[in-house]
């Protein structure tokens, strides 16, 4: 690329957001859909429904700051649930595919959550009610949200604008009652986690060289264009 073309783009990108995103800059980190098929055996709980055996598929429809969109499609495309799934909780991969809960509700098997073969390991959030009785069954926090709540339809009617700012609950067994042995459930807000395994950077002493190459070409650019004006009047005033 000519030194004219980069400082060109290297212009528009500073007055223009919009066009350093359409070019490549992407700042949420956001990465192409992760999708991939999975089958279930017998009748199998996910956030909002029951999946009958047969195959299915089960991809990213978003990614934000503290959460990820999951939609489950049928073998025929329908779309069977739309739910919340949670990135670096501490789920076990001990490889790509289905990760159940030992227990689910109602004497069914239910999907505490999903491991992508080249992606994140997510954890489902289920619907309050469903939550409770996995939390009861298993003994694991488990992730919830309870949309009523907070004045919004009920899921699994939830809206995707909804879904980006529902509160999200870890609920989890405990004892109540004046003697500490009644059946109980706590509610805790969900605090997104660091996972274990990538653990922090260290800082940065020194900028790489080449990220001060095209900065110093913007300047130089700069520095031509002013000459070039100031040689112009210079001329003129003569003249």
Excluded: C
């Amino acid at each position: 690329m000519k030194i004219s073309s980069i400082l060109v783009i290297a212009a528009l990108s500073l007055a223009s957001p919009s066009f350093a995103a359409g070019f490549g800059v992407d700042k949420s980190g956001a990465t192409p859909n992760d999708s991939t098929d999975f089958t279930v055996s017998q009748q199998t709980q996910i956030p909002g429904t029951t999946l009958k055996p047969g195959s299915y598929s089960i991809h990213v429809v978003d990614k934000l700051a503290d959460r990820t969109i999951l939609e489950v499609d049928s073998a025929s495309g329908k779309s069977m649930a739309t739910f919340l799934g949670l990135a670096g909780s501490g789920l076990p991969k001990s490889g790509a595919g289905k990760i159940a809960y030992d227990s689910g509700s109602d004497g069914k098997n239910a999907l505490r959550g999903f491991a992508f073969p080249k992606g994140p390991v997510l954890e489902f959030v289920y619907p309050k009610d469903e939550a409770v009785s996995l939390a009861k069954a298993n003994g694991n926090k488990v992730p919830a949200i309870d949309p009523a709540s907070e004045g919004r339809v009920a899921d699994p009617t939830l809206s995707k604008g909804d879904m980006q700012v529902v509160t999200l609950w870890m609920l989890s067994t405990t004892k109540v009652g004046t003697d500490g042995t009644g059946p109980g459930i706590k509610a805790e807000k969900y605090q997104q986690q660091v996972a274990s395994n990538h653990p922090p950077r260290p800082a940065i002493k020194e900028l790489p060289h080449t990220a001060s190459e095209l900065p110093l070409l913007v300047l130089l650019g700069a520095g031509s264009l002013f000459g070039g004006a100031m040689l112009t009047a210079r001329r003129r005033m003569v003249a």
